[in-house]
């Protein structure tokens, strides 16, 4: 990586070191250079993410547990893991990915394919039959979504700020 390339990636990275006011907000950088440089210029950069003082690099599209393990081979210091469904990886264990030396893994669009699979599965259902009998044991419960949701402890905050005639 050239100077001026680690001058444009360091200062940022800089200033964001200097912005942390809270000594356990991790400061992560992501570096894509895998897919289009390979695997030794995405080590460099990781390196040099870590010598210019981030706390967690982390190499976009490390897909395969083997470009994750000889990251983390390579790389001193915690990394960041990306599991994606479109990865192969995906089917990884989280016990394969901190094997694998991995600090911290991320699911980052788990969670929405889950919600659109659900969506799908409850306007399928009221496509096919016009009614939701056939998967009403398959969706959640509008109590436990509100104890998701926090909505008691929001019901007691509200309840003590609004005015008599509101109670």
């Known amino acids: 990586m050239g100077a001026r390339l680690f001058l444009r990636i360091a ?8 912005a942390r006011t809270d000594s356990n907000f991790v400061i992560c950088a992501r570096t894509d250079a895998l897919s289009v440089l390979g695997r030794d210029a995405a080590i460099e950069r990781a390196q040099r993410y870590l010598e210019a003082g981030v706390d967690m690099p982390f190499v976009q599209g490390a897909d395969r547990i083997e470009d994750l393990r000889a990251i983390c081979a390579a790389v001193p210091g915690p990394q960041l893991a990306n599991i994606s469904q ?31 699979g659900a969506v799908d599965l409850a306007l399928g259902a009221l496509k096919r039959d016009g009614k939701l009998s056939a998967i009403d044991v398959r969706l959640m419960t509008v109590e436990r979504y509100n104890e998701i949701c926090g909505l008691a402890a929001k019901e007691a905050q509200e309840s003590r700020y609004s005015t008599p005639s509101r109670r």
Do not use: F, H, K, N
């Open 11 to 18: 200062l940022p990275l800089a200033a964001a070191l200097d």
């Open 86 to 116: 479109a990865a192969q990886v995906a089917g990884a264990s989280i016990a394969e990915i901190e094997e694998a030396g991995a600090a911290a893994v991320m699911y980052s669009i788990t969670t929405i394919l889950a919600a659109a």
